[in-house]
């Protein structure tokens, strides 16, 4: 490990922001890029990066790192770009299998019941998020635009949308895991 990186390291364990901007300014170009060879979407690869420096930042009493700064940032970028693609191919697929399946009828009544659940969680968590989190992540998430295109509707940063969507990311994690662990 390099000995800046290993200072760093050691300054942002303590809590010091400064190093970790430090750290983020040093690495997040270069780990959106490699990003992108995963996600094929820079909006999505900008997400990772910055899920990954959030989890760095959130955990970083606990933060172990055996080689190079270097390798662990690109290897937990990987790893959150894998887990989102994998993500978003559950969800394809489940769009996928409503678009297939006739009028509103869900197969079982237990399917019904899930589905019913499910929604409310969703309703409930999106009542949960601030006002602004909220209307960023309804239209990222269903309307489809781009942090950019949010940004110029909204007047503001791409960094204050960017920020928004995390903490409602963050929300929607922890609630639908509960609900996941159910079924």
Partial sequence: ????????????????????????????????????????????????????????WQGRERIKIRESVKSYLYTSTRNKCLKMIRSQNMADQ??????????EQVSTPVDELNAKELN??????????????????????????KYGEIADRLSISVKTVESNMGKALKIFR?????YLKVI
Avoid: W
């Avoid at 489940?94 to 009028?103: A, D, F, H, M, V």
């Avoid at 922890?174 to 509960?178: A, D, G, I, R, V």
């Fill in 174 to 178: 922890k609630n639908l895991n509960e």
């Fill in 1 to 56: 490990m390099k000995a800046s990186d290993k200072k760093l390291i050691k300054e942002v364990k303590k809590g010091d922001i400064k190093s970790f901007e430090i750290l983020f300014k040093d690495y997040y170009e270069e780990l959106c890029f490699y990003a992108n060879h995963y996600t094929k979407d820079m909006d999505q690869a900008e997400e990772a990066v910055q899920d990954v420096f959030f989890n760095i």
């Fill in 120 to 145: 409310l969680l969703i309703e409930n968590t999106l009542k949960e998020l601030p006002e602004r989190a909220r209307e960023i992540f309804r239209m990222n998430r269903f309307q489809g635009l």
């Fill in 94 to 103: 489940y769009s996928e299998y409503i678009k297939n399946t006739p009028g």
